[in-house]
């Protein structure tokens, strides 16, 4: 597509539910990475996917958070049983190289009540 | 270990006045260096690299590694420069990968 698109764009979920946020990336960019933005704490690394090599998930806060890029394409965040803390905005970015920055999608604003 | 740091979080300027927005880095390695905007309602995009040496909108970053500083500035601010700037930090994480470090941000409003 013409640009880094995410699934759903708003998510409210009850505390303990799991959910799942997809991205989808610019053709051809082999880098994806996903962020989280929360008000007053900037944007936080999760994990990053770059071609065929595994995953860096140094960045993801707990072992409820996984991801997954299937086919070198499309990603899905996973995050098992919320909580409150995890309500905020999911970024997903792609790039060819991150020199030339990174293409962001609109995020997924996701709310745990 | 890599950090950005974003010392306002709001800055207000009048339209016409000159602007700046400081970012000051830590990093042991050769910085590269971005700044991305976010305007209300739209997405994050890339506004400027300091590899490029560029002018995006009127606005520049000059790399500072005495200060390891890379302060946006425009000589003369817009309203519709109003908006949301992050300065961002290509590091290595954890895990031993490139990744863009990002400051907090900056919210820059520019009144009339």
């Known amino acids: 597509g013409a640009g880094v698109s995410q699934s759903p764009s708003n998510k409210v979920t009850e505390k303990g539910k799991d959910v799942e946020l997809r991205c989808d990336p610019i053709s051809g960019h082999t880098a994806l990475y996903w962020y989280r933005q929360s008000l007053g704490q900037g944007l936080e690394f999760l994990i990053y996917f770059q071609g065929n090599s595994a995953p860096d998930k140094s960045g993801l806060p707990s072992d409820r958070f996984s991801a997954e890029r299937t086919g070198g394409s499309v990603s899905t965040l996973t995050i098992q049983r919320t909580q409150q803390e995890d309500s905020a905005v999911y970024l997903c970015?792609?790039?060819?190289?991150?020199?030339?920055?990174?293409?962001f999608g609109s995020g997924t604003r996701l709310t745990v009540v | 270990a890599q950090r950005v740091t974003q010392p306002e979080k709001l800055l207000s300027v009048f339209k016409g006045a000159p602007v700046e927005l400081k970012c000051n880095y830590s990093?042991?390695?050769?910085?590269?260096l971005f700044w991305y905007v976010q305007y209300s309602r739209q997405r994050l995009q890339l506004l400027l690299r300091h590899i490029s040496r560029e002018s995006i909108k009127g606005f520049t970053a000059d790399l500072n590694k005495g200060e390891t500083s890379f302060h946006l500035k425009k000589p003369f601010a817009q309203e519709e420069d109003s908006a949301m700037y992050y300065c961002?930090?290509?590091?290595?994480?954890?895990?031993?990968?490139?990744?863009?470090?990002f400051g907090k941000g900056t919210k820059l409003t520019v009144n009339p």
């Open positions: 961002a930090l290509s590091g290595q994480t954890q895990g031993g990968s490139e990744k863009l470090v």
């Open positions: 970015a792609s790039s060819i190289t991150e020199l030339y920055g990174y293409t």
């Open positions: 990093y042991s390695g050769s910085p590269e």
